[in-house]
């Protein structure tokens, strides 16, 4: 990630999530008001006076994987929760507003968002215009998951090591090196026992000159780099000793989010979520 002002891929989610809240059906595949919040009045309006260009259906399916991923992530948290975790843990976290709009039957869970420093000051400069307060039960870990270890940044905060954890990462890997993600996998698989990971990953190349939003994200400094295949995966995960690997199937997440749902969002073609237990 090399903009020095935190990532716009981020913020770009962020506005297709407002997007959800402002023009799709009721009920939301995913509640976030406290997004609409953090983004700026001229964003929200653009998103207001121009409704037909985000029913695009290229715009319509990435703001149904974005909200989808969220939604599932915090639906696995839960039932986490329900087991026992009480450590929630967002690797590349971005303007994830879970902390703000956490449910209170889980009051007993700690929350920590690692990200990239640049980006946690733009998210604590939009918190302090919108004067929302960080939650008693979360805290910012700074660190570049390109050059410093999770595991390293986390011993500067309260995490116990010692106790499972229920870990997303989304929307994150397709930016990352392969060791660099290889680096994750065996800090997550190196936590206790019961400890979940929930994760985003892209299947197949594109080309920056056929696919627009590729092309988008690398003129802004923060190309998609890596590619992962759902058997690669299975193998890796495998021999580091993951004790499962399951992925979100098209046909699994439209029974469980969109058949009979009138949010109007298409769903998923391809599986692009993982969920992997230690």
Same mark, same amino acid.
């Given at each position: ?14 506005g297709l999530r407002a997007a959800h809240q402002l023009l799709d059906g009721e009920p939301k595949l995913l ?53 026992? =975790? ?11 507003? /879970? ?5 209170? &039957? ?6 920590? &968002? ?16 919108a004067g929302i307060r960080m939650p008693v039960n979360c805290a910012l870990v700074p660190v570049d998951f390109?050059?410093?270890? =999770? ?10 090591f010692k106790a499972p954890c229920f870990i997303s990462c989304l929307g994150v890997m397709i930016y990352l ?9 065996? /800090? ?8 979940? /990971? =929930? ?47 399951? /992925? ?31």
């Open positions: 990630m090399d903009n020095p002002e935190g990532s716009l891929t981020s913020a770009g989610a962020a509640s976030d008001p406290v997004i609409l919040r953090l983004l700026d009045a001229g964003q929200l309006d653009r998103i207001r006076n121009n409704p037909l260009h985000f029913q695009e259906p290229r715009l319509m399916g990435l703001r149904s994987h974005i909200v989808l991923r969220s939604r599932y992530a915090e639906d696995r948290l839960a039932q986490a929760y329900a087991r026992g =975790v009480r450590q929630y843990l967002l690797l590349g976290a971005g303007l994830d507003t /879970f902390a703000w709009r956490q449910p209170p &039957e889980l009051e007993a869970l700690r929350i920590f &968002e690692a990200d990239h420093p640049a980006t946690q000051a733009q998210k604590k400069q939009r918190l302090e215009q390109e050059s410093e270890s =999770v595991a390293a940044a986390l011993q500067k905060s309260s995490f116990d090196s392969m060791e660099a993600i290889d680096a994750i996998f065996r /800090f997550v698989v190196g936590l206790p026992a019961s400890t979940e /990971f =929930v994760f985003t990953f892209a299947q197949r190349r594109v080309s920056p000159d056929l696919h627009p939003t590729a092309a988008r994200v690398a003129e802004i400094g923060e190309p998609w780099r890596t590619y992962q295949r759902p058997d690669e995966l299975a193998w890796k995960l495998g021999s580091m000793g993951y004790s499962s690997l399951d /992925f979100l199937q098209p046909e699994e997440a439209e029974v469980l989010y969109y058949t009979g749902r009138p949010h109007g969002l298409p769903a998923p073609l391809h599986s692009g979520i993982a969920r992997a237990m230690v």
